[in-house]
């Protein structure tokens, strides 16, 4: 096996689901005689989908996106009989000629992100019969610029109940943990961090760094949410009152600006700085210089020779200084992505056009299988 | 700043213990008119320790480990006045040639790291009033090979009770949490985990574990230690009986040979192997080969087209797999060293001659330094 | 001070939110000139709020409950300018009489319990501008059985999500605990516990249960729930294949006949059966005899020689093997009571005729004046 | 049954160790033709132990301690042969005829409590091959009081590791939890604890308070301890900088007059003061006067209209407050007890003359026993 088929095949055994999911769709030959476009980063793990999708009878085509696409895997994938655009080189201007070249095998079901896919068929009038967009962002894409021009069904995963308690309570609370350890190297014990955010994210991230050892307070300004935070036996704060201790800060909240220039002002010398929601925004430098000290982490001097310290740049610790999502998340969403490409595939019973959320049995099934999965040893031998 | 001076100065601004004694045995010059002659890894909280001695009143002379000397730090070092020997990519001959450098100082002093500065000072003659050594290797090299020739006290460091508490128990049981999910991307919730081992490590290992969800066996042979892991509520289980429903595979045992190929026959398909003691004989793989999958994970392929992965070749995970000792294991080590040093440097007042624990009283000082340390932010503006 | 005296006070302290309301509704007099009908337990606790509503210029009048009318704090009540109606010795005919003589009173705003002071205004035809209502089944009964005859405002107070928060997953988690080591004299660690449910008492329970060191099964027919407990650590097991290892069952579902004679037969000699949802209706023991062994032990004699053990008859173990309900809680209901009756005395703002959810600005009130309460000593000396 | 047979039942099912042990001593009739005289208190679990020695051959004579006798315990001993003195009414001068009439049964094997059997051994001369200890108070007087007295060998049984893990850890730490919920009816989420001495109990205690999420401060001396504690997470603080923000302060030292009436002024109103320790005497009221409040709690009226509470007299408030030693630690300690005095029965190999420790091979044993009793279901159907 080539390097990038021994990470296929990594991926495809730590993919329970998934890959349980696989000898059902190919007994039924769930695609037989549909042709699935695709837009989805070109990685193992996306790789085992593909080949979930092919073995079930789809015709496949696929593009990643700019700068993420390895290439080996888009050759151990061709080698397998699906068509892939793109190389890890390209930019944006060859992104929309993949996209266009996807389009060109005119796909019946659409697998997109973004909704490149879905904005590249509404101007070329290619049929299609429905899909699934992997995004938020891609759905409010839908919704708004691309609104009217969408007369099939979009099931749009990321809205799944199950990705906020699989991926952002679980996944995103132990891997900012590991990311915080790995770029910093430091223990968590008796450490005082503050959470700013009590949400789904922010919750796993007090619990697993309260799990650890940490001395931990949470900010949050929902009343509700901050109660039972106090109940989970957080310190709870208001922001400004909890700065002066705080040695490590972390943001995930989802909103821009939650920390500016005067909360930094407050913060005792030494102090790290991270984030851990979406965007950067959160946490607001304005015109403070930014020192390299080592991998993941940059100085930030303040007035009276105070430093502060910034984590991987203020992106999100657990994917910038980390090793991306972890594996069970993607299993999870991928597996969410094949279900419901088979539903819109067998005809799409019960589904509405345009966007919308995942099906309760779609979530409920997965829910199922990776319950069993984690129960389990990985498999029997084959 | 270079890029090694930062580093540096983010090591001592993280290392409170030893940069808050650095005042006070500078105030005192309690090294003035003393030599030191150094053995131990040149890098960034090394450098922190040399530069404390030096501010102190010491002439330091230092030669790191072949192939670890981290040649900007070394620079650094000899800008502030230190004389530094060897560079990365030493072998074993130019080590010895280094070691016979700083002995050729004439240190009154040693800060030794498995006895290869008193074997020197052994064959040269040179007169020493006394040192630290490291390593409990190092220790057993004077207690045998070197016996009757040690004349003047040596404090172990490696034995102190702290480092027990701090390295083995939480430093160990946090980084194999972090090491296990860098190097697999995978989550710890309700997988099961069996750890061979409850010492201080294994308890350590087993209770972070746990506390991310895992599912985690103990097997100790130890009865009164198997009770301990039971009532902390752990499934305790002979190995044999473990290794059906295992997961992952974790030794700590310290011996060599717990896991053999009998057991590797018994684990399921696709389980995991590491190790956390400190060889990585723990796990005997006979005549499996191994064959690489992703950046610290191999392959193991046995009848029945079974596939085992074994993490990292079998040696420590925590730091094959992750980023070195956690800064704080460092922090009191070198905090136990400069005391110690200072304790030899004054007179040795209460030593006796030839290798011997840490005394009590520099223990107790640690660790109320620490533990100041550890419940205050970082430290002041400066 | 006489013993109930001295209880009130100490209730009084303990209960931080009602207390702290005390001053703000009496310096604004919020319920002069108004008269307060209540049938609520008259006990300690709820004699705070009375006495909080009287200082706040209320003319009150109280019945409570047949039998659990603690004499002492009615003579209390009434020493501070309090009609209670009803003693400990009463029956139901009793009872309805001392609904009549409170709505003799003609109290314009109602504190009801069941519907009884509801159903009594609706013969009398006493004018009454609002009220509050304790229980769901209180609130049921008004949508049923009272339907039409209700033209004023009712808001619920036990569907507020602050109590599914405070009581069910942290009162009733904590206290099952200690119902089952009070009523058993048994340690927790290692113990394997099968928890039948996993809404917000199940989960409540599993987690406080494991955080002893417990060994928790948990039983749940909702997948995404089910994948929840699964992510939290637990194994998730069918009924049928958890009982054989189970040592102690606990149901916690709200549905009757979840623990049937065949699941009896499965289990090991030996097992202890608890129930933890409101009726006792959840273990269904048909014929077996029960044979008192200690106090809130009884044991069940099944064919070969088998003993199970039922706890507190398969009523609610923390209740009515415990304290009652924990003081938090009744801190909480009592204070969203004296909140809400402030609203409708104050002429009902935003709010409707019929049974209604507590309004959002008072949960929001209440949960941030106990988060106050929770993290700070509990008062400065008066 | 009578209800006295019914709990010695109970006892028995739940103490699968010492129950497990009776077999096999019965086998092999390790008792035959030993008389054996025991002081403790007559109840169900002792009661066990009993009927255990009578089972494998032993003449057993009992007496109980003054005050504590189950009167109907003792009726169903000796409706088993067994000769037991004293009952409940008893005093100090009746306990003694009662040890008299215990000797007068001239045993070969004793099993004291607190030296009373030895004292009187000595004192008459009866001839005695050899015994155990219960208390470490008894072990004193053996080497103090009754030194030279005694020429057979005592083992004692509480000086045994495996107590200070089941007992002290674990036993103590959950009770003590128990204890407090059951005699405040308050719960422990977000409460500040601070919890004085971090010893085997202290230890315990401040784990699972912090378990059930309360808000734990630590105060230690010893600096070695205090830094464990920190690493595990909790507060450490020196006892006049802890008291202010104290809402529950428990003293677990082993030392008198740790909390004086300085500390009590410091801390909050409405603080609660509990001992967890042997004595009372870790809290010195001073002239202070008590009022009651309600069952297990004193209200200590303060200058300047301050109240504190004191819970269950000061003294210990698992045992106090709560159920008496778990069942856990009984089945532990008695089992200790059997095993012991089998092996003095059998010729006493590898014993001295004199108290001693429980034997390193019985201590295994009975780890072994228990630590298999608990992860399996109590016993299969007889």
Redesign the interface.
């Given at each position: 096996m080539s390097?990038a088929e021994?990470?296929i095949?990594?991926a495809r055994?730590?993919m329970p689901v998934l890959s349980g999911l696989s000898s059902e769709l190919s007994a039924k030959k769930v695609f037989a005689e549909c042709r699935i476009g695709i837009c989805l980063h070109v990685e193992p793990k996306t790789a085992v989908l593909c080949s979930v999708l092919r073995a079930a009878g789809a015709e496949v085509a696929i593009t990643g996106s700019p700068g993420t696409t390895q290439d080996g895997v888009a050759d151990a994938l061709r080698a397998g009989g699906i068509a892939v655009y793109g190389r890890r080189a390209d930019g944006t201007r060859e992104h929309q000629h993949n996209i266009d070249s996807v389009v060109g095998h005119a796909p019946g079901v659409l697998l997109d992100n973004g909704a490149d896919l879905a904005a590249a068929v509404a101007s070329s009038g290619t049929p299609v019969s429905g899909g699934t967009e992997e995004t938020t962002t891609g759905a409010n894409r839908l919704r708004e610029e691309l609104a009217g021009t969408v007369s099939y069904p979009v099931i749009v995963i990321n809205d799944s109940?199950?990705k906020a308690?699989?991926e952002n309570?679980?996944?995103v609370g132990?891997?900012i943990?590991?990311g915080f350890?790995?770029t910093?190297?430091?223990?968590?014990?008796?450490?005082?961090f503050t959470v700013v955010g009590f949400g789904w994210c922010g919750r796993g991230i007090a619990r697993?760094l309260?799990?650890?050892?940490?001395?931990v307070v949470v900010v949050e300004r929902d009343?509700?949410r901050?109660?039972?935070a106090?109940?989970?036996?957080?310190?709870?704060r208001e922001l400004e009152h909890a700065l002066?201790?705080?040695?490590v800060l972390i943001t995930v909240t989802g909103r821009p600006g939650v920390v500016r220039r005067e909360h930094l002002d407050t913060l005792?010398?030494?102090?790290i700085l991270a984030n851990a929601g979406h965007f950067s925004w959160e946490i607001e430098l304005g015109d403070l210089s930014r020192?390299?000290?080592?991998d993941g982490?940059e100085?930030l001097d303040l007035p009276?020779?105070?430093?502060l310290?910034l984590l991987t740049r203020g992106e999100m610790l657990n994917l910038a200084g980390?090793?991306?999502n972890?594996?069970?998340t993607m299993d999870l969403g991928l597996s969410l992505q094949a279900l419901s490409l088979a539903r819109v595939a067998s005809g799409g019973e019960g589904l509405t056009v345009g966007p919308q959320p995942v099906p309760d049995d779609i979530?409920?099934?997965v829910?199922?299988r990776?319950?069993s999965a984690?129960?389990t040893?990985?498999?029997?031998?084959?």
């Open positions: 390097e021994e990470q095949e990594w055994t730590h109940p199950l308690i699989v309570q679980h996944g132990q891997t943990v590991e350890m790995r910093t190297n430091l223990l968590i014990p008796r450490r005082r697993y309260r799990q650890f050892g940490g001395d009343e509700v901050a109660l039972e106090a109940l989970e036996g957080f310190h709870v002066a201790d705080t040695r005792p010398d030494g102090a020192t390299p000290v080592r982490i100085r009276g020779e105070k430093r310290y980390g090793g991306g972890p594996i069970e979530n409920r099934d829910a199922r990776m319950l984690l129960q040893p990985v498999s029997s031998p084959r």
